[in-house]
């Protein structure tokens, strides 16, 4: 006895399955040959016939699709087009893996981090007089006083003790002062 056969006129053709989907008509054949999707014959009057896919099946398979989507990243930005000499506004986009998303996320954080240490502005270890002044809050007079202490002939050498350099005739003036002896 043979089994009553199934009413397959509102199955999807592969090409209508491939567009459910997102995917072409090879992808289509390979889930069919993979047992992922199963595939009936359905008879078209003067034609060869049409293979059709079980709904239920496509369904399936697209629900498991979306929970393996990729992660779409997308950077800004401009691109200059060297032939005509121009810009263009662009949104690269590209498309990982789940199994990469992680990865990518890894990266983002720490580009994100680097990129947030490198805008902190590096503090000078040596002040010129006008900089200790604002920074320390004491009068550029009082500094100036101190350091010729510091540097006389008796205590010579003790300047860097003091946190002091005569750096002679330069831009920013004539002294220097450690940070951190302030």
Known sequence: MTAPARDTST????????????????TIRRFIAAGRLRAEKRPVVGAKPQTVIDPADVARVRAEREREKPVVIAA?????????????????????????????????????ALADAQAKPVRATWLT??????????????????????????????????????????????????????
């Open 11 to 26: 199955w999807p053709t592969q090409t209508e399955a491939a567009v459910r989907l997102a995917t072409n008509e090879r």
């Open 76 to 112: 800004p930005g401009r691109d200059h087009d060297t032939d005509h000499d121009t810009y263009h506004d662009r949104s690269e986009v590209t498309r990982i893996e789940p199994a990469a998303a992680a990865l990518a996320e890894l990266f983002a954080g720490a580009a994100r």
């Open 129 to 182: 007089l006008a900089e200790a002044a604002e920074a320390s809050g004491l009068p550029e007079s009082w500094l100036r006083e101190y350091a010729k202490r510091c540097l006389d002939d008796e205590t010579r050498g003790a300047g860097l003790q003091c946190g002091v350099l005569d750096v002679g005739k330069r831009k920013g003036g004539r002294w220097r002062f450690r940070r951190d002896s302030l």
